[in-house]
T-cell receptor
C-alpha cells in the first residue's frame, strides 16, 4: 500500500507557542489530504480537507485561524496549531488520498501533541 | 442516531478464536467499505477494502458487506495476541469527495 509519513510523532510544547505537523505522501501524489483529531478511546474526528493549491475546507466547529493548513505541493501538507493551549492536546492524524479512481485512504502514523 | 454505529467493546477473546466485528449504517448511498486496524497511539492501517455487497478474503481476514441490511462485518480467524487493537469501520459515497465516515471503533483484546 501507499506510504504516508507524518512528523513529528510526539511533541510537547508550552502554552502559547505554535506547533507544525508535517504529512508527506512518499510514493504517490496526493491531490487531497485530510486532517483528523482523536481523543483517547474515541474515533477519528475530521478537522479539515486539504486540497493542493487551494484553501483548506474546515469542518464545522474547527477554527481555521487556530489550525492553519497548507498544502503547497502534491506530496506535502502541514498543520500548524497556533497559540496552542492545553485543550489542544490530542492525537492528530493526517491521511492522503491518491486521486480519482482510487477510493483508498492511507493514514500517517499520527502526532501526539501535549501542551503544558 | 449516528450515521455509522459500531459497538465500542472491549471484546475479549482467547487466542485462536474466531472474531466477528460489525458495523451498521444508515446512509444507503455508501458504496465503499473499509476496515482499519489502529494500535494505540498509531495511525489507522487499512486492512480490507470492499466495493458494494459481497465477501472479500485476505489471509485470516474476511470482510462481508450486506447493503440490503446496511450491515458490514469483519471476521478474523485464528486470532492472535498481535491482533489486539481497535478496529474501525469506514465507508464512503462516491459523491462525497472521498471523505470517509467512520464508526467509533471496537477495541479487541486477544488473550494468549
Amino acid at each position: 500500500g501507499a506510504v504516508v509519513s507524518q512528523h513529528p510523532s510526539w511533541v510537547i510544547c508550552k502554552s502559547g507557542t505554535s506547533v507544525k505537523i508535517e504529512c508527506r505522501s512518499l510514493d504517490f501524489q496526493a491531490t487531497t489530504m485530510f486532517w483528523y483529531r482523536q481523543f483517547p478511546k474515541q474515533s477519528l474526528m475530521l478537522m479539515a480537507t486539504s486540497n493542493e493549491g487551494s484553501k483548506a475546507t474546515y469542518e464545522q466547529g474547527v477554527e481555521k485561524d487556530k489550525f492553519l493548513i497548507n498544502h503547497a505541493s502534491l506530496t506535502l501538507s502541514t498543520l500548524t496549531v497556533t497559540s496552542a493551549h492545553p485543550e489542544d492536546s490530542s492525537f492528530y492524524i493526517c491521511s492522503a488520498f491518491p486521486g480519482t479512481g482510487n477510493e483508498k485512504l492511507f493514514f500517517g502514523s499520527g502526532t501526539q501533541l501535549s501542551v503544558l | 442516531q449516528k450515521e455509522v454505529e459500531q459497538d465500542p467493546g472491549p471484546l475479549s477473546v482467547p487466542e485462536g478464536a474466531i472474531v466477528s466485528l460489525n458495523c451498521t449504517y444508515s446512509n444507503s448511498a455508501f458504496q465503499y467499505f473499509m476496515w482499519y486496524r489502529q494500535y494505540s497511539r498509531k495511525g489507522p492501517e487499512l486492512l480490507m477494502y470492499t466495493y458494494s455487497s459481497g465477501n472479500k478474503e485476505d489471509g485470516r481476514f474476511t470482510a462481508q458487506v450486506d447493503k440490503s441490511s446496511k450491515y458490514i462485518s469483519l471476521f478474523i480467524r485464528d486470532s492472535q495476541p498481535s491482533d489486539s487493537a481497535t478496529y474501525l469501520c469506514a465507508m464512503s459515497d462516491m459523491d462525497a469527495g472521498n471523505m470517509l465516515t467512520f464508526g467509533g471503533g471496537t477495541r479487541l483484546m486477544v488473550k494468549p
